[in-house]
């Protein structure tokens, strides 16, 4: 164990001086290729696993997760680069624990992803499981929500002593138990952020257990609300948590997306017995998470950065940026079709534009930024300027504006960080 680990550290550290501080699952991908069980090793070591998953917010929530559990004095190992696979994994637990570390010590805050959750669960398996959502993402490598629905059902039926936090708003999450006996705790969306339509279209019409269609009471984000069956009297857990008014003024200066998904670790820390007082203390803390709202000040211009990766988050963000930014701004968009994005860029036409104000400023850049500029034309919102590379990108940022907000897909938002920060994450 010792030599793997040395390995694994110096690997990473020279891939991260080499590659500007990607190339992090190097490490894990070698040491699988040499022991396929490594994973399944590597869990003796961890008193308690925690697994975020979700299609959006799992990089936010395992931050918030991780600050909260350390100040209660857990030892945390964590992903926080995004390297959800089970090479980021194992790369990431073999480069944090210390040498010769004692077994059943480690607390491990672990974001994954939706499709290879299967793999993982199966070789690390977590004894609390956080579902935030679960909406369209990269149609060409997941197929519809229903793909990864069915996965995940199968799996969780291997795992009875996991204890699950999900939110019951949404229905297809709600149907992963039925005829289950899991132990589960489940929050809701406040009412103060249910409105009359969903913004965008929802990937549950239809009841789970018989086919009838489900009404809505109120929408807050496509298939995500207060909703019933009345055919088969299907619904929402009636008992689910969500935060009180004063609660929510609390955390007002928020996106209410933070503030819904931020209930799962208030229900998490209460299980693991921390005080309440570290959630509230974390809370007034809290710095944003790489592309999450970040802002970075530069001598003369104002940046912050925004990951929209699908018509969820891209709407959810671009919400937050119309309602929250103030003075006189420039608002990039981005769009790239490369390996982490996924090729298929459909879902721009499924992402809700309509909170664009129609005087804005507007610049698009990327491997799609025509198309992009297709989507602002359609939507009465056209792009003033479209960029097909960085250094055009890069003059027009010199010249404009003094507060300027970047919102796009992965790639392109590491290209906009490595432009002007150098780096392209941390």
Known sequence: MFFIQLLAKLLAGFSQLL?????????????????????????????????????NGKTSTSKFIVTAL?????????????????????STVLVKLPFFPKKKQYTAVIEVDEYAFTQIASHFPPDYLII????????????????????????????????????????????????????????GVPAEFL?????????????????????YQGYYLGHMGAW???????????????????????????????????????????ELFVDE????????????AFGRGEIYRGTNH??????????????????????????????IFGLNNRIPDGHD?????????????????????????????VRLKINGTPAQKVFTNLTQLKQYLQEHGSQIIFLANYSALLETRRLILGRMIG
């Open 70 to 90: 350390a100040q209660s004095g857990r030892h945390v190992i964590s992903n926080p680069t995004g390297a959800n696979l089970e090479n980021g994994l194992v």
């Open 132 to 187: 935030l959502n679960l909406f369209r993402d990269q149609l060409d490598r997941y197929g519809e929500v229903g793909n990864i629905l069915n996965r995940w059902q199968t799996i969780l039926k291997k795992m009875p002593q996991i204890k699950v936090i999900y939110p019951t708003s949404d229905p297809g999450l709600e149907s992963l138990f039925i005829k289950t006996k899991i132990v589960r705790f489940s929050y």
């Open 19 to 55: 590659l500007a501080r990607s190339g992090g699952t190097w490490p894990g991908e070698l040491a699988l290729r040499f022991n396929p069980a490594l994973t399944k090793r590597l869990r003796t070591y961890f008193k308690e696993v925690i697994i975020i998953l979700g299609t």
């Open 302 to 331: 104002q940046y912050t950065f925004y990951l929209g990766k699908n018509p969820a988050s891209w709407s959810a963000a671009l919400k937050n940026i119309i309602r929250q930014t103030t003075g006189d701004y420039e608002l």
């Open 228 to 270: 019933r069956c009345r055919h088969c009297l299907f619904q929402m857990d009636s008992h689910a948590f969500r935060f009180t008014k004063t609660q929510i003024s609390k955390l007002h200066f928020l996106p209410d997306y933070l503030i819904i998904n931020f209930q799962a670790a208030f229900l998490l820390l209460k």
């Open 195 to 215: 409105k009359a339509k969903p913004g965008i279209a929802g990937d549950y019409v239809y009841c789970q257990q018989c086919g009838q269609k489900l009404i």
């Open 277 to 288: 007082a570290i959630f509230w203390q974390t809370a007034s803390t809290w710095q944003p």
């Open 345 to 373: 860029i459909s879902w721009i036409y499924d992402a809700d534009f309509s909170s664009l104000p129609k005087n804005i400023r507007i610049a698009v850049f990327g491997d799609r930024a025509h198309d992009l500029a």
